[in-house]
């Protein structure tokens, strides 16, 4: 047998014509092939050009990642399709929601540990807080694990959005003749 | 752009004739009345009536694959589409350009369970290259103009084009293909000449080399088979074909292996595991070819030349991959190795063919026929005969079903051109060969059609003879009965301690009988002794025609890699597995 290859995580980036079932077509891509979603964002980012920003944070092989890039690639509707992992350093940010409901000391705890995560309070009753935290993915886990002794009743979390470093541009030029 | 405003269904009409389409295949049905209306109303292109959508698609398949065009193919809404659905996710599987238009419920009613009403985007998705919902009559001609672009551009496929009935029956603006380009589809087809140089590199320091060659040297069409032809004699290397490439390189060329992989030859299968660099045109590294992966030719350098890049790196790993088309990719490697003055290392190559003679000399394909009038047709016979009766004509096209029969064919008859040979490789459809046949006639009224079919998967589309003999079209149904679904039986033989679960056919129709039912000619032959008469009356007789040779029942089909094993485990006739040593669990569990 072959040597087990590691799993790696990888966030890419795929540039998408924003039409009706884009989406379903990616989607349907990774349940139909076997590959994890571990999250995935979309949005219009280009509304003059009507072009979407999927952001997928995926994990497999060295050789499944390759294939999702390329099976990606080959979908009709979609412009480009970008490894931020393998291109080098990114940047990876979640917003997270998070709702708690306690009182007495729980209460004072988690506005303690709310502050120490820079976690804001959107919302507020005497017996509930809702949090609005971002960060990487890691830090909103830390957070929701924090919470969750202390009287944590919802989370709700947009997935990971991502962009590289440096001074390049993914949307090429199309987003500046906009508007 | 002109301000002609037209109906949407004329739209469509407007838009596959300036596509250059002459045929469609289809069925009407309630979502697709105008189409047909408008279709009715014009001369420009013929519509071949099926009796079950399935067929249309194969049908539009074997149209597609024996002239190089797109096929077409119109079915209506719900079960016109569900029909539909085999035969496109052959398609996809097959890389065959196909656009097939669904009718679909009103725009209104879509999403309200209406009559006839089915999700045939959301159920296509996955089976098709792309498809589209054309909810607004001014896109109609661009989407149609797009989805011929789609289906016939880089690898080719199906697309399915829905089309709400109210979309049909609106006017809008008609837009020319030429005023149509696609915003984001552009597949490479010219190779970096940086890893041309490289694989021409090491292939003229190869010592055991073999060509390896698919599907994608036919789909790049017939050029790319001259220069394939061209790079193996100029190089003096052996070549092998997968089931979908035969015919791109002559079969009876001395440097011709004969098939690869599970029911491959003996040569061709050792060749590919012994040798040293492996040139791969346009195939795929499918299961049915590799066996056992971890054991796939385990030492040799591997170039992989394919349009698709999703299909390099995706099962086996190459060392030189190069994507492009393979026309333009042959023609690049031909003007490096002249350019260079490339040599093949004349030693090593003529050691490596006394190697593959010996292999040769086993002679795998040989079966024994007792020659008596009397005797039992064997149906590798049966199968030989047929290609030796129609040797030295030009313009025989050969069909076939799926299962032993199918192996035999592409064993037994010599392909020498492209495009003559249709088959369902990736999906394996029972009920392919007919209809694809019909799609081939259609093609080429005057050509020799031949399906070569099982007993069992004939039964599939038998309702297809019906359209035969309404267009007059002469197919030549050649069913080489052994009253066994025989691939089924031989794997439950081999692999299933002989237990026959379902796979004997009870209850066959008199297949003479029920082809005079159909308005089409019977004929018969059980005794070796007839087969040659049959054979020659079939081909002189201008009408659909269904043959019926009662073959030899136990027969398998022979070489064979079972599942799970590598290709130097090949197992070549007279070799018979029993009970439990022929059950390895993980061979199993693969089909």
């Not at chain 1, 924003?18 to 994890?36: C, D, H, K, Q, T």
């Not at chain 2, 469609?24 to 009796?51: C, T």
């Not at chain 2, 009559?137 to 989805?147: G, Q, S």
């Amino acid at each position: 047998m072959p040597p087990i290859e590691p799993i790696e995580r990888h966030t890419i980036s795929v540039l998408v014509d924003n039409e009706p079932g884009v989406l379903a077509r990616v989607i349907g891509l990774f349940s139909g092939r076997g590959y994890n979603i571990e999250s995935l964002t979309v949005a219009e980012v280009d509304t003059y050009g009507r072009r979407s920003r999927i952001t997928i944070v995926t994990s497999g092989s060295r050789m499944i990642i390759e294939q999702i890039k390329a099976q990606l690639d080959r979908l009709v509707p979609v412009h480009k399709v970008l490894d931020l992992t393998d291109e080098g350093s990114f940047v990876e940010r979640e917003l997270a929601l998070i709702k708690v409901a306690a009182t007495g000391d729980k209460r004072i705890e988690a506005l303690r540990i709310a502050d120490i995560f820079r976690a804001r309070a959107v919302d507020s009753t005497l017996e509930s807080f809702v949090f609005e935290v971002t960060g990487s993915s890691e830090k909103l886990n830390a957070f929701i694990g924090l919470m969750a002794p202390l009287g944590l009743v919802d989370v709700s979390r947009t997935g990971v959005a991502a962009i590289a470093r440096g001074k390049e541009g993914f949307l090429g030029e199309a987003i500046l003749a906009g508007e | 752009m002109s301000d002609q405003r037209l109906t949407g269904a004329e739209i469509v009409l407007k838009s596959l004739a300036d596509q250059g389409v002459e045929v469609i295949f289809g069925y009407p049905g309630g979502a697709v009345l105008p189409i047909y209306d408008a279709l009715f109303k014009q001369n420009a292109i013929r519509h071949v009536l099926v009796r079950h959508e399935q067929a249309a698609v194969h049908a539009a398949e074997g149209y597609a694959r024996s002239t190089g065009k797109v096929g077409v193919v119109l079915v209506t809404s719900g079960p016109g589409a569900t029909n539909a659905v085999t035969g496109l996710t052959d398609a996809l599987m097959d890389s065959i350009p196909v656009v097939c238009l669904t009718g679909q419920v009103a725009t209104h009613l879509i999403g309200n369970d209406a009559f006839q009403e089915c999700d045939t985007t959301g159920i296509t998705r996955p089976c098709t290259k792309h498809n589209y919902l054309v909810k607004d009559v001014n896109l109609l001609a661009r989407t149609l103009h797009e989805a011929f672009y789609v289906a016939r551009s880089g690898r080719p496929g199906p697309v399915v084009i829905d089309i709400p009935k109210d979309v049909q029956f609106n006017q809008g603006v008609y837009v020319a293909p030429e005023q149509v380009v696609h915003r984001t589809y552009r597949p490479q087809t010219e190779p970096d000449m940086r890893r041309v140089e490289e694989a021409v590199e090491l292939m003229a320091r190869a010592r055991r080399p073999i060509f390896y060659t698919g599907g994608g040297v036919i789909n790049a069409g017939p050029r790319a088979s001259e220069l394939l032809r061209e790079l193996v004699r100029l190089t003096g290397f052996p070549c092998t074909s997968t089931l979908m490439g035969l015919g791109a390189f002559p079969a009876s060329d001395r440097q011709f292996l004969g098939m690869v992989g599970m029911h491959g030859t003996y040569e061709s299968n050792l060749a590919m595991h012994g040798c040293d660099v492996m040139i791969n045109i346009g195939a795929r590294f499918d299961d049915r070819v590799t066996g056992k992966l971890s054991a796939f030719s385990p030492g040799s350098k591997k170039i992989h030349v394919d349009i698709d890049p999703s299909s390099i790196n995706k099962s086996v790993r190459v060392d030189i991959p190069i994507v492009g088309d393979a026309a333009a990719v042959l023609e690049a490697m031909i003007a490096v190795w002249k350019k260079r003055n490339c040599k093949a290392d004349k030693a090593a190559l003529d050691a490596w063919w006394a190697q593959i003679g010996e292999w040769r000399a086993r002679e795998c394909l040989k079966f024994q026929q007792d020659m008596s009038p009397s005797a039992i047709i064997k149906p590798q016979y049966a199968i030989k005969r047929l290609a030796e009766l129609t040797a030295g004509r030009d313009d025989v096209f050969i069909t076939t079903e799926v299962g032993q029969h199918q192996m035999w064919a592409a064993q037994h008859i010599p392909f020498e051109r492209p495009n003559h040979w249709m088959t369902s490789g990736g999906l394996g459809t029972m009920g392919y060969g007919l209809p694809a046949a019909t799609g081939v006639q259609v093609a080429h009224p005057d050509a020799l059609v031949v399906d070569v079919a099982g007993e069992a998967s004939i039964m599939m589309n038998i309702q297809e003879i019906a359209t035969l003999v309404q267009y007059q079209l002469p197919v030549k149904v050649f069913i080489v009965n052994n009253r066994w679904m025989g691939m089924v039986r031989q794997w439950q033989q081999l692999l299933h301690g002989e237990r026959y679960s379902q796979s004997y056919s009870e209850a066959l129709p008199d297949f003479v009988k029920l082809a005079e039912a159909f308005g089409a000619v019977g004929l018969r032959a059980t005794e070796l002794g007839q087969l040659d008469d049959v054979i020659g009356e079939m081909i002189e007789t201008r009408r659909p025609v269904i043959v019926d040779v009662n073959v030899a029942e136990n027969e398998n089909c022979y070489p064979m890699i079972p599942g799970g094993a590598a290709h130097n485990e090949i197992l070549l006739g007279g070799q018979h597995l029993t009970g439990e040593q022929s059950a390895p669990e993980e061979g199993m569990v693969l089909v």
